[in-house]
C-alpha cells in the first residue's frame, strides 16, 4: 500500500534531515539545537526572551539558557535590557554572524530550489500544505511525549 510506503519513507526524510542538520552543526562547530534555535530566531517573529527560546525549541528554561550562552560565545547572539521593561532581557542576533549563516542557507538552498523547480504551482501547495499540517502535529507530538496535552 502507498501509506505503508510513505510511512517508511517519512521515516528515512525524518532521519535524512537529522544527519544534514548535525552535518551543519559541525560545519559551524556548533550544537545541532544551536543551529535550529539560530534557524528559528531568523523564521520567527521576536523579540526573543530565553523563555520565548525555550518555548520556540521545547527546551527547559535552565536548557534555553545554556543553549543562548552557547551562542552569545560564539558570537551568534547578544543579550539585552528590553527598553520598555527594564526586568526583561532581550536576545538579539548579532547581524554579521546571522549574514555568514544566511550565505550558508543560501548556498545550501540553491540545491533546494532546483530540485522544487520541477514541481506544479499545485505540487508546490500540497507540499507547502504538508510542512504546515507536519508542523503542527509535531507541536502536537512533542506535547504528548512529555504529558502536555
Avoid at 502507498?2 to 544527519?19: G, H, K, T
Avoid at 559551524?28 to 530565553?50: I, M, R
Wanted: proline share 3%; net charge positive.
Amino acid at each position: 500500500m502507498l501509506i505503508d510506503d510513505l510511512q517508511q519513507e517519512s521515516r528515512r526524510y525524518l532521519a535524512s534531515y537529522v544527519m544534514f542538520n548535525q552535518a551543519v552543526a559541525d560545519h559551524l562547530k556548533l550544537h545541532p539545537t544551536d543551529v535550529q534555535c539560530l534557524n528559528l530566531l531568523t523564521a520567527e517573529s521576536g523579540p526573543f526572551t530565553t523563555g520565548r527560546i525555550a518555548e520556540l525549541t521545547g527546551l527547559t528554561s535552565g536548557s534555553a539558557t545554556r543553549l543562548v550562552d552557547r551562542l552569545e560565545k560564539a558570537g551568534y547572539v547578544v543579550r539585552r535590557r528590553d527598553q520598555t521593561d527594564r526586568r526583561r532581557v532581550l536576545v538579539e542576533p548579532v547581524p554579521k554572524a546571522m549574514r555568514n549563516l544566511t550565505e550558508l542557507w543560501a548556498e545550501l538552498g540553491e540545491r533546494w530550489r532546483a530540485m522544487f523547480a520541477d514541481y506544479t504551482e499545485d505540487e508546490l501547495a500540497l507540499l507547502y500544505r504538508h510542512m504546515r499540517r507536519t508542523v503542527e502535529l509535531s507541536r502536537q507530538q512533542i506535547a504528548h511525549l512529555r504529558g502536555k496535552d
